[in-house]
C-alpha cells in the first residue's frame, strides 16, 4: 500500500496533518521522529512535522536525514523546514517578533510543483518562534510572506521542499491543494485508498491471518467496536463471537438497546450482567487514573471468565483506532500519561490469546466511512462516541450506584432532549458529568442541599481538539428545568464551555 511517513517531532498539528493528506486518499503513518520504520518501496514520501522545541535548543529533535533525504520526497513543515536549514549549514535564530496567526503570501513561485493552484496574497497560517534568516546555497526561496522572506524554499536537485506555515490548518487558504501537490504530483501517490479499498484489503488480510482460527470480541454497542466486528464477521463469519459486558457504568437502557440492536446484523452476541463485579472493586475509589485502571483490570478478568466458557478461541477482536494508538505514544519514549487506554498496548499474559485490531490505524471519521461501506445503520455510526469507563470518569469521586442512577437519569434527558430538538448529529459528542459538591436551592417553600451536574457537548471530527458546542439558549433552559424538576437529587446544571486543548473532552 502506497504511504506517506510523517516523522513527528511533537507538534499539536501531526494529527490533523495526518488526516488532512488521508482526504487525498492517500495513506499515511505517524511515527516518532527518532524511530524511524523500513523505507521500503511502499513509502512514497516524507513529512517532517513541526515542534514545540527550538532548532537551537540543546535537546531538540534530531533527525537521521541521511536515511531519505534525496532519495525520496521530502517536505519539511515548520520545524521540518528550519531543521533541514540548520543541519544544512543555514541561519535559523529566534526571531525578533515571534509569528503566530494569520499572513498573506506576497510572492509565489507558480512554477514550483509544490505551489501549482496556490495563489499570491493567499491567507497562510503561522506558528513559529524561529525565523529563518539564511538559506544554504542550494536552497532556493519558493514563496514569502510580508515578515517573512524564507516562507518556502526547495533544495536544488531534489525533490525537498519546506514550508515555514501550516498548510492543515482551515485558515491556510490553499492547504489542501499544497498537501494534494506534494501527495500526488510529487509523490506520485495514485489517491486509491478509499473506504471500499480499504474493506477489501482490511477483510483479506484478516482472512489470511486468521485462517478458521476463532475471535472474541468485546462490543460497546459504540461505532468503533461494531465496525470492528462487523469486518472481522465479514472475513470469518461464525468463528467471530461478541461479548457485550454491562459494567453498571452503562447509559440508561443502553445495555438492553445494545442487544436490541445488533440482533439483525448477524453477530453472534453474549450479554453479561457484571455490574457488581465493578462497583465492588470502585468502592471508595476517587482518583481518576486508578479508576480507568481498575475498570479496565475488572473488565479484562469479567471478560475472561466468558470467554473461557468459549472454545478453542486464539485472538481477542478489539476496536482501537488511531487516535488511541496516539495519545498512548510520544515522539520521546513513554509519553506523560494524559489518561491510560486499556485497550492498547497488549494483553495480560494469563489471557492467552493474541491480538488483532482491524481498525488500528483509522480515525473516528474514517471509521464511520468504513462503517457506511459494510452497510452499518446511520442510527448507529452516528452515535457519539462514550468513554471506555463509561459514568465512572463521569461521577467525579467514588462511585455509587445511588450516583449512577442520577447520573443516567440526567444523561438520559440531555441526549433524548438534543434528537428531539433536532441537534444531536450536530455535536460530536455529548454528555453530563456529576460533580463532587452540593449547592443550596429552594423549591416550593423548603430550602435543598443537593447535588450540582454539568453539561458537556463538543465539536469536533476526530476527538484529538475539540471545542464547546453553542446551544441555543432555549435549548439549556429547557433541558436544566427538566433535569431539575425530574431528577431527584439535583438543584443545580452548569454548562462546560472548555475547549480541548487546553481542557480534555472527559472531565476525568
Known sequence: MQTILILDHGSQYTQLRARKIREQNVYCE???????????????????SGSPYSVTDPQAPDTDLSLFKGKLPVLGICYGAQYMVHKSGGKVEKSVIREYGRAKLVSVNEDCALLKGVKQDSQVWMSHGDTILQLPSDFEVICSTENV???????????????????????SEFGSQL???????????????????????????LKQKLGNDKVVLGLSGGVDSSVAAMLLHRAIGNNLT????????????????VLQSYQNMGLNVIGV???????????GVTEPEKKRKAIGKTFIDVFDREANKLKDVKWLGQGTIYPDVIESSSVKGPSQTIKSHHNVGGLPDYMKLQLVEPLRLLFKDEVRKVGKELGLKQELLGRHPFPGPGLAIRILGDITEEKVTILQEVDNIFISSLKQWNLY??????????????????????RTYERVVALRAVESVDGMTADWCHLPYEFLAEVSNKIINQVKGVNRVCYDISSKPPATIEWE
Open 30 to 48: 505517524i511515527h516518532p521522529y527518532n524511530k524511524i520504520p523500513p523505507l521500503t518501496e511502499n513509502i512514497k514520501g516524507v513529512v517532517l
Open 149 to 171: 522572506q524564507n516562507a518556502g524554499y526547495k533544495i536544488k536537485g531534489e525533490e525537498t521542499y519546506a514550508i515555514q506555515f501550516h498548510p492543515e490548518v482551515h485558515h
Open 179 to 205: 498537501l494534494r501537490n506534494f501527495v500526488l504530483d510529487i509523490c506520485h501517490c495514485d489517491g486509491s485508498w478509499t473506504p471500499a479499498s480499504f474493506v477489501k484489503s482490511t477483510v483479506e488480510e
Open 242 to 257: 461478541c461479548i457485550f459486558v454491562d459494567n453498571g457504568l452503562l447509559r440508561k437502557n443502553e445495555f438492553e438497546d
Open 273 to 283: 450482567n457484571a455490574k457488581q463485579d465493578f462497583y465492588k472493586v470502585l468502592a
Open 425 to 446: 448529529d450536530k455535536v460530536w459528542q455529548a454528555g453530563a458529568i456529576l460533580l463532587p459538591i452540593q449547592s443550596v436551592g429552594v423549591m416550593g417553600d423548603e
